[in-house]
Every structure is written in structure tokens, then in C-alpha cells.
């Protein structure tokens, strides 16, 4: 796909649908090519029950959300 700076203004979201489809986006201004913009490469996505922070609450069943936050913040409000 080849878009202007104009276009990168005005049509960014068909610019980056084309990066979507894994696409190469030249850059041109005047009518030259000034740059290309290539598509990165995807990583796997990580499910959100992957992620060691969830269930986290679920863990501490004793303890309230105001204990576990306050328990995070001591060290920063030691001082205070």
C-alpha cells in the first residue's frame, strides 16, 4: 500500500488495517518515497487467566482488597 503524509493524517485507520493484513505502507511525500512502515511481528497472545496477577484476590480470601492494597503501599508510605 502506498500512502502519502496526507493520507497518514486523514486515513490512519485504512493504514493500519493494511498493517493488520501484515502489509508493507510506503511513505510518500511529494510524490517520493520517504519512509516504509512494516508490519511488526506478532507475538502469541497471552490469555488474560495466564497472567500471574489473576486471581490474586481469589488467593487471599481472609484478607480485604483494603488490607492487600495497603499492604502493597507500605513500603512508599513508611515515610509518611
Request: charged share 35%; proline share 2%; net charge positive.
Amino acid at each position: 500500500m502506498e500512502a502519502s503524509v496526507v493520507d497518514l493524517r486523514y486515513k490512519m485507520k485504512d493504514v493500519l488495517k493494511a498493517l493488520d493484513r501484515n502489509e508493507r505502507v510506503t511513505v510518500l511525500y511529494r510524490g517520493k518515497v520517504k519512509g516504509i512502515l512494516i508490519p511488526s511481528i506478532q507475538k502469541k497472545s497471552l490469555k488474560i487467566t495466564d497472567h500471574p496477577f489473576f486471581g490474586m484476590v481469589h488467593q487471599n480470601l481472609d484478607k480485604s482488597v483494603l488490607d492487600e492494597l495497603n499492604n502493597l503501599r507500605k513500603f512508599r508510605c513508611d515515610d509518611i
